[in-house]
């Protein structure tokens, strides 16, 4: 009971103490059943999964062509969050709109997604799985090009997809993650992995806490994700603007390289969104953009 109150406390994101109003949600609303037939932009949908109706929104860039498979990213929303306060925190519907790619925003059930073992981790990873086949019915979205980022419980969520998805997901990119059960975790092949985490982090700290298996020195988490690999045991150490340094694990099979942004002056934030405060959210680096050029590069092999 006291590790699962821990999680809880830990798995916190901040996002709704921001205090900016979100844009109104469109009215519920079905997929399109034809490809490229509702237009574009962010709509609404529900799915049954697991006996369970779940939420979702769903964007699509104006760039989109049902005659052109297209990249699908997964974007998790942190505890006590949803999937429209995702969307504006992240910027990534704007980033797709630039790219041209589709981004998925799922709503866990009541607020939160479960990353331990159980029925309920089970349920949630079921629910993603019937959520992507169900879009490449309707959508056409390259299998070899669906991806997976989230903050805080969605980072520890996307973290659990890297290990337990990896038929279906090509990399993972997780923020300031609640990786809980990170020992936990044998993924089908190596996964290239990028992660951010603030040093000022007061909800998941980077040093780590206890217990271990709930809060992971984030070091020693990404070198496990390394070792998974094959990559090299040392990483190499660069330092591209002030604040930020960058630890890279290489010479990883199958190119599934690990890679760690390091950022001083941020807390449990997303890097470069100015959705949250200025006092923990650093800007030296934009976390959508960085991402999206580590997924670009990273195509399931």
Aim: hydrophobic share 35%; proline share 8%; with cysteine.
């Amino acid at each position: 009971m006291r590790s699962k109150v821990l999680f809880y406390i830990l798995a916190l994101v901040v996002i709704t103490a921001c205090g900016r109003p979100l844009r109104d949600r469109l009215p519920s609303t079905s997929l399109p059943q034809n490809p490229g037939k509702m237009g574009t932009g962010t709509f609404e949908g529900t799915l049954t999964s697991s006996g369970v109706m779940r939420h979702y929104l769903l964007h699509v860039p104006p760039s989109y062509q049902e005659t052109q498979a297209i990249p699908l990213v997964i974007n998790l929303h942190g505890l006590n969050s949803n999937s429209g306060q995702q969307e504006n925190l992240t910027g990534m519907s704007v980033k797709a709109d630039r790219e041209g790619f589709i981004v998925l925003y799922p709503d866990g059930l009541d607020g939160q997604w479960n990353t331990g073992p159980g029925a309920n981790g089970q349920a949630d990873q079921q629910f993603l799985r019937d959520l992507i086949t169900t879009l490449q019915s309707q959508y056409n979205i390259d299998p070899k090009r669906i991806y997976a980022t989230g903050i805080s419980n969605g980072g520890g969520m996307t973290n659990r997809l890297g290990c337990d998805m990896a038929d279906l997901i090509a990399a993972i990119a997780p923020d300031a993650g609640a990786y809980n059960f990170w020992q936990d975790c044998s993924p089908a092949r190596p996964v290239p992995v990028l992660a951010f985490h603030g040093l000022n982090d007061n909800l998941i700290p980077y040093e780590g806490g206890t217990p271990k298996i709930m809060v992971p020195p984030i070091e020693e988490w990404a070198a496990s994700w390394a070792k998974l690999n094959g990559c090299s045991p040392t990483p190499g150490t660069t330092t591209p603007v002030d604040a930020v340094t960058v630890h890279m694990w290489s010479g990883c099979q199958a190119g599934a390289e690990v890679i760690l942004y390091t950022l001083a002056n941020h807390g449990h934030s997303w890097p470069g969104s100015t959705v949250m405060p200025a006092s923990v959210t650093s800007q030296a680096v934009n976390a959508t953009d960085v991402m999206w050029d580590f997924f670009r590069a990273h195509p399931m092999p």
